[in-house]
């Protein structure tokens, strides 16, 4: 049996999920202050990967990727990039897709948090940054968490994107998912039972494990 | 009380109408036949389509896949009436597992080309693919689209599959493998001949015809399905494709007839 696949999932969720620690907990913070309207139009953005079909995201990247014009010609004419059929690509696919399960459980739980908890910190004389990653990340852990193991748990599970920009190159963009698509195609069950297999038991053990850990910070499991 | 039949008057109208609706279109239903067509012939079915619904007033409703997706489909109980194949070992094998009414027989010889939207030429295609010029090559999966299987036949056959392999991108079918090259993500493609016809008017692509000799010729073979066994129009739809109307619009497509 090849693992490649397999291998090639957890770099591409574990990667994906770095990126948004980076990327989506200052933004999560920036969504939490304030009831701008436009901040709303933009959280529905960030949100619309849960309820678009997976292939809308892909056939959009795919336009937007192609080396022929726009944003794709753009990309391979200065810096020779190409984000389809690459992994690079799937790593920025990803992220896109994955973006509201990082940012939703943080936002929510960064405004639960009492308001007078960054005024003390202000008032010690503490920066912004500071109060944001000693006093705020500290009180949200849990949520934290949740929201870590959910975006590499879902990113395991992507599939209709990889499969309208990916290719199916094997080490390169044959991730597990579509391995056991691929398998099915060509009616060998055997395979594709022992990729599905694996990812059950890896998403299974995470989902759990995020369950068990909230039991202990009595809140609910998806807050 | 007489409030009560009052009120069910429209709706036993409604009922009635209904089951009236359903008796008359009933014959209508059973006369929809399915047709499973492997993806190269995605551009010619339509035309076929409407021909055959012209002669019979026959409506056909096709499911376009690999064919290898197909077989898998129609073994695990998909109710097709007729499979057409974009090789003879697919078929082959459904009827050898009891799943087809009678073995296959050629309806058309496919023709490989490589096809790209710019116009690189491709008088040496081989030292094109080899050339730095070319990034991206989209083949269609060999294991499950008999063009696929023939594209790579092809690059074998020239010594260059290895060389060309880190370039390649593989489409789910050739269908796949045609959006890959319309849309310009990848600079070339190996695909069916039938789809510079379909585009022509949206996307000028520039192609060439591969020499026949230089693979197994791509033999497409049509089955009766056991599901299609007993239907009458599955069985004209099988003759209307072997017949010389269904050939000539498979001639103006790019397919050889035999």
Redesign the interface.
């Known amino acids: 049996m090849d693992l490649s696949p397999i291998l090639l999932t957890l770099k591409l969720a574990g990667i994906t999920t770095l990126l948004l620690l980076l990327i989506g907990l200052p933004f999560a913070w920036w969504l939490s202050r304030g009831k701008a309207f436009f901040k709303i139009i933009i959280e529905a953005i960030i949100t619309m990967p849960l309820v678009l079909p997976p292939s809308v995201l892909g056939f959009y990247l795919?336009?937007a990727?192609?080396?022929?014009?726009g944003l794709?010609k753009w990309l391979h004419d200065s810096f020779d990039v190409?984000l389809?059929?690459s992994f690079p690509g799937l790593i920025l696919a990803s992220v896109i897709y994955s973006m509201p399960f990082m940012i939703g459980p943080v936002k929510s739980a960064l405004q639960t948090l009492p308001a007078s908890l960054a005024e003390a910190s202000f008032t010690l004389g503490k920066t912004r940054w500071q109060t944001f990653w000693h006093v705020l990340l500290p009180n949200i852990k849990p949520s934290l968490f949740t929201a870590t193991v959910l975006t590499f748990a879902h990113t395991l599970g992507e599939f209709g994107v990889v499969?309208m920009i990916g290719?199916?190159?094997p080490g390169v963009?044959r991730v597990a998912s579509i391995a056991v698509?691929?398998s099915?195609?060509?009616?060998d069950y055997a395979s594709a039972n022992n990729y599905s297999l694996i990812l059950f038991a890896i998403t299974f053990v995470l989902v759990i494990a995020v369950f068990v850990f909230n039991r202990y910070q009595a809140k609910s499991p998806l807050a | 009380m007489k409030n009560e039949q009052y009120n069910n008057k429209p709706k036993k109208i409604i009922f009635f109408l209904l089951a009236l609706f359903f008796c008359a279109a009933a014959p209508v239903f059973a006369q929809n036949i399915k047709v499973a067509a492997a993806a190269n012939l995605q551009p010619v079915m339509e035309v076929l389509q409407k021909d055959f619904k012209q002669k019979t007033g026959i409506s056909i409703d096709a499911v376009i896949g690999s064919s290898g997706k197909l077989v898998a489909q129609i073994s695990n109980g998909a109710p097709f009436d007729v499979f057409l194949s974009a090789d003879m070992d697919f078929p082959e094998t459904l009827f050898k597992n009891g799943f087809a009414k009678q073995k296959p027989v050629v309806y058309a010889l496919g023709s490989l080309i490589i096809c790209s939207t710019q116009n690189i030429g491709f008088d040496n295609w081989e030292r094109l693919l080899l050339s730095a010029r070319v990034k991206k090559v989209a083949i269609a999966n060999p294991a499950i689209a008999p063009y696929g299987k023939a594209a790579e036949q092809l690059l074998t056959g020239k010594g260059i599959l290895d060389d060309v392999k880190p370039k390649t991108v593989y489409g789910e079918s050739i269908s796949q493998v045609n959006t890959y090259v319309t849309t310009g993500v990848v600079d070339v493609g190996f695909t069916t001949q039938s789809l510079v016809k379909e585009v022509a008017d949206k996307t000028p692509l520039f192609y060439k015809v591969i020499d026949p000799k230089t693979y197994d010729p791509i033999l497409q073979g049509i089955v009766i399905l056991k599901h299609g066994a007993d239907n009458a129009n599955a069985d004209k739809f099988y003759k209307y494709i072997l017949s010389p109307a269904a050939k000539s619009i498979f001639k103006a497509y790019g397919y050889r007839v035999q």
């Open positions: 795919l336009l990727f192609s080396p022929q014009h794709g190409q389809v059929f499969l290719g199916n190159i963009t698509y691929d099915v195609e060509k009616m």
